[in-house]
């Protein structure tokens, strides 16, 4: 069965410091992957997505970037963090065929606060 | 482009109640739809989805919702709330164009005994 796991899944980092996120999918092969953020009192928002390794799309011009250096493997970084970094990360995968396509799986999420 | 709009950031039910969330969808093409259960500290789990099959959709625990393409909307719906009920539920609906979903903005339910 497919699993996703995301971390690490609490993160306390002072304004300025890098941020690494790292998120890795089992069970399934060429997953398109998605990272979204989840701001205090608001919903999601789609900050990447991958659909293969190398291949990013930014949804939203920001402070964070994204890489995909290995099929499963989905990383969430910054060189300098601020405190609009602040919140709750969700990684997700989609299948692109088959009875579950369509249906996005979320990792359990990694919250961050930046102090 | 696809959106959806949630009616209420917060609603409250007592234990026994109807349970109704609303979700009105903008789509110009059918649309798939969903809904989503997130638990306090958690990922979003998925509750039900619409794909164009049948307009009510039956998902977990309980839950349904109804496709109305005349309304726009695929409100979801349970009979009898439960106290395990109260968490937060989004609505979604895909964005073909980049094979991911678009959430409204959340609606915490609360269930009061």
């Known amino acids: 069965s497919q699993t996703i796991h995301q971390w690490p899944a609490t993160l306390v980092q002072p304004v300025g410091s890098p941020l690494s996120l790292e998120c890795t999918v089992e069970?399934?092969?060429?997953?398109?992957l998605y990272w979204y953020r989840q701001a205090a009192g608001r919903g999601l928002q789609l900050l990447f997505y991958?659909?293969?390794?190398?291949?990013i799309s930014s949804e939203v011009p920001q402070n964070l970037s994204a890489s995909r250096p290995q099929d499963r493997q989905f990383i969430l970084s910054s060189k300098k963090l601020l405190l609009s970094d602040s919140g709750f990360y969700l990684c997700?995968?989609?299948?692109?065929?088959?009875?579950?396509?369509?249906?996005?799986?979320f990792g359990a999420g990694s919250r961050l606060t930046v102090l | 482009a696809q959106s959806v709009t949630q009616l209420g950031s917060h609603v409250s039910v007592s234990e026994g109640a109807l349970v109704l969330l609303r979700c009105n969808y903008s789509?110009?093409?059918?649309?798939?739809l969903f809904w989503y259960v997130q638990y306090p500290n958690q990922g979003l789990q998925l509750l039900l989805k619409?794909?164009?099959?049948?307009?009510l959709v039956k998902g977990i625990n309980g839950f349904e919702a109804e496709f109305k393409k005349s309304e726009t909307s695929f409100h979801l719906t349970k009979p009898s709330a439960h106290m395990s009920d109260a968490a937060e539920y989004f609505c979604?609906?895909?964005?073909?164009?980049?094979?991911?979903?678009?959430f409204g903005s959340g609606t915490r339910l609360q269930v009061q005994p």
């Open positions: 789509s110009s093409v059918p649309p798939y």
């Open positions: 997700a995968w989609i299948l692109t065929g088959g009875p579950g396509a369509n249906v996005l799986t």
């Open positions: 991958s659909v293969g390794i190398g291949q």
């Open positions: 619409y794909t164009s099959a049948a307009t």
């Open positions: 069970g399934t092969s060429n997953p398109n």
């Open positions: 979604a609906v895909s964005d073909t164009g980049r094979r991911a979903l678009t």
